[in-house]
Protein backbone atom coordinates (compact mmCIF):
# COMPACT_ATOMS: atom_id res chain seq x y z
CA UNK A 1 0.00 0.00 0.00
CA UNK A 2 1.39 3.31 -0.99
CA UNK A 3 -0.03 6.64 -1.19
CA UNK A 4 2.52 9.29 -2.36
CA UNK A 5 1.63 12.91 -2.30
CA UNK A 6 2.95 15.96 -3.71
CA UNK A 7 2.43 19.33 -5.52
CA UNK A 8 2.97 21.33 -2.32
CA UNK A 9 5.50 24.42 -2.24
CA UNK A 10 6.33 28.00 -1.71
CA UNK A 11 3.44 30.15 -2.93
CA UNK A 12 2.11 33.90 -2.12
CA UNK A 13 -0.97 34.69 -0.52
CA UNK A 14 -3.55 34.46 -3.31
CA UNK A 15 -1.78 31.71 -5.40
CA UNK A 16 -3.14 28.66 -5.97
CA UNK A 17 -1.78 25.06 -5.69
CA UNK A 18 -2.82 21.59 -6.97
CA UNK A 19 -1.88 18.34 -4.93
CA UNK A 20 -1.62 15.07 -5.88
CA UNK A 21 -2.09 11.46 -3.93
CA UNK A 22 -1.19 8.91 -6.01
CA UNK A 23 -2.54 5.44 -4.48
CA UNK A 24 -1.57 2.52 -5.14
CA UNK A 25 -1.80 -1.26 -3.47
CA UNK A 26 -5.62 -1.32 -2.96
CA UNK A 27 -8.81 -0.89 -4.76
CA UNK A 28 -8.42 2.67 -5.39
CA UNK A 29 -12.36 3.24 -7.02
CA UNK A 30 -13.99 1.65 -3.43
CA UNK A 31 -11.92 4.03 -1.51
CA UNK A 32 -12.99 7.54 0.10
CA UNK A 33 -9.82 9.83 0.70
CA UNK A 34 -9.01 12.74 2.75
CA UNK A 35 -6.75 15.56 2.82
CA UNK A 36 -5.90 16.62 6.11
CA UNK A 37 -3.11 19.12 7.82
CA UNK A 38 -1.04 19.60 10.33
CA UNK A 39 0.78 23.23 11.04
CA UNK A 40 4.09 23.35 13.07
CA UNK A 41 3.48 22.69 16.82
CA UNK A 42 -0.37 21.53 15.99
CA UNK A 43 -2.50 18.37 15.71
CA UNK A 44 -3.89 17.49 12.66
CA UNK A 45 -6.18 18.93 11.26
CA UNK A 46 -9.61 17.63 8.46
CA UNK A 47 -8.91 19.47 5.20
CA UNK A 48 -11.72 17.88 2.83
CA UNK A 49 -12.40 14.45 1.71
CA UNK A 50 -14.17 12.54 -0.89
CA UNK A 51 -16.22 9.48 -0.57
CA UNK A 52 -15.42 6.38 -2.22
CA UNK A 53 -18.37 6.84 -5.12
CA UNK A 54 -17.19 10.41 -5.82
CA UNK A 55 -20.60 11.72 -5.19
CA UNK A 56 -19.83 12.92 -1.65
CA UNK A 57 -17.23 15.88 -0.63
CA UNK A 58 -17.05 17.44 2.73
CA UNK A 59 -14.96 20.62 3.35
CA UNK A 60 -13.30 22.38 6.41
CA UNK A 61 -15.49 25.39 6.62
CA UNK A 62 -12.36 27.21 6.94
CA UNK A 63 -11.46 26.30 2.83
CA UNK A 64 -14.87 26.16 1.69
CA UNK A 65 -15.30 28.38 -1.63
CA UNK A 66 -11.79 27.74 -2.16
CA UNK A 67 -10.52 24.46 -2.04
CA UNK A 68 -11.65 22.12 -4.51
CA UNK A 69 -11.27 18.00 -3.71
CA UNK A 70 -11.74 15.60 -6.76
CA UNK A 71 -10.73 12.05 -7.89
CA UNK A 72 -9.37 9.93 -11.16
CA UNK A 73 -10.31 6.93 -11.10
CA UNK A 74 -8.26 6.13 -14.38
CA UNK A 75 -5.22 7.42 -12.61
CA UNK A 76 -5.78 5.97 -9.35
CA UNK A 77 -5.10 9.52 -8.40
CA UNK A 78 -6.68 12.06 -5.64
CA UNK A 79 -6.10 15.88 -6.12
CA UNK A 80 -6.81 19.10 -3.85
CA UNK A 81 -7.32 22.50 -5.72
CA UNK A 82 -6.27 24.82 -3.44
CA UNK A 83 -6.94 28.53 -4.50
CA UNK A 84 -6.79 32.26 -3.06
CA UNK A 85 -4.59 30.78 -0.53
CA UNK A 86 -3.58 31.86 2.62
CA UNK A 87 -0.62 32.21 5.23
CA UNK A 88 -2.80 30.21 7.47
CA UNK A 89 -3.12 27.59 5.42
CA UNK A 90 1.09 26.32 5.42
CA UNK A 91 1.44 23.24 6.89
CA UNK A 92 2.14 19.69 5.79
CA UNK A 93 -0.77 17.99 3.61
CA UNK A 94 -1.58 14.40 4.83
CA UNK A 95 -3.44 12.39 2.38
CA UNK A 96 -5.50 9.59 3.99
CA UNK A 97 -7.65 6.72 2.16
CA UNK A 98 -10.23 4.61 3.54
CA UNK A 99 -10.36 1.04 1.34
CA UNK A 100 -13.52 -0.15 3.11
CA UNK A 101 -16.33 1.08 0.34
CA UNK A 102 -18.25 2.53 3.63
CA UNK A 103 -20.73 5.33 3.43
CA UNK A 104 -20.59 8.02 6.19
CA UNK A 105 -23.44 10.03 7.65
CA UNK A 106 -23.15 13.28 8.69
CA UNK A 107 -19.03 14.50 8.85
CA UNK A 108 -18.35 10.57 9.08
CA UNK A 109 -15.54 11.64 6.29
CA UNK A 110 -13.92 14.43 8.49
CA UNK A 111 -12.93 11.88 10.83
CA UNK A 112 -9.53 10.80 10.81
CA UNK A 113 -9.84 7.62 12.67
CA UNK A 114 -12.06 6.49 9.42
CA UNK A 115 -8.70 6.01 6.98
CA UNK A 116 -6.61 3.16 7.46
CA UNK A 117 -4.11 4.22 4.98
CA UNK A 118 -1.69 7.74 4.94
CA UNK A 119 1.04 9.01 2.62
CA UNK A 120 4.29 11.06 3.90
CA UNK A 121 2.94 14.06 3.32
CA UNK A 122 3.81 17.58 0.96
CA UNK A 123 4.58 20.63 2.66
CA UNK A 124 2.93 23.83 1.62
CA UNK A 125 3.89 27.39 2.54
CA UNK A 126 2.38 30.36 2.00
CA UNK A 127 3.98 33.12 2.64
CA UNK A 128 5.05 36.78 1.21
Known amino acids: VQLQASGGGLVQPGGSLRLSCAASGFTFSRSGFAWFRQAPGKERQFVAA????????LYADSVKDRFTIFRDNAKNTVFLLMNNLKPEDTGGYYC??????????????????????WGQGTLVTVSS
Open 50 to 57: ISWGGAST
Open 96 to 117: GADPRARTYSGHGLAVRGNYLY
